[in-house]
């Protein structure tokens, strides 16, 4: 079990370093961007990705 979580945070920290990496500007803007998006957009936006990734999780495991 506890293999499986440090696979996950592994898997994590590649995919946001690469993006990092790859597309500096791009998530500079973003970044920028953050402050014209509401909060309940924001809130929204977690709740779908909380929901997706909770969901691949039980699929998968």
């Known amino acids: 079990m506890l293999e499986k979580l440090f696979l996950a ?3 994590v920290l590649a995919f946001e370093g690469a993006i990092y990496a790859l597309f ?5 803007s973003m970044v920028k961007q953050i402050d014209a998006v509401s909060d309940a957009t924001l809130r929204n936006g977690g709740l779908v990705a909380l929901g997706i ?8 495991g």
């Open 53 to 60: 990734g909770v969901g691949l999780v039980w699929f998968l």
């Open 24 to 28: 500096p500007s791009f998530l500079r």
């Open 9 to 11: 945070v592994g898997l």
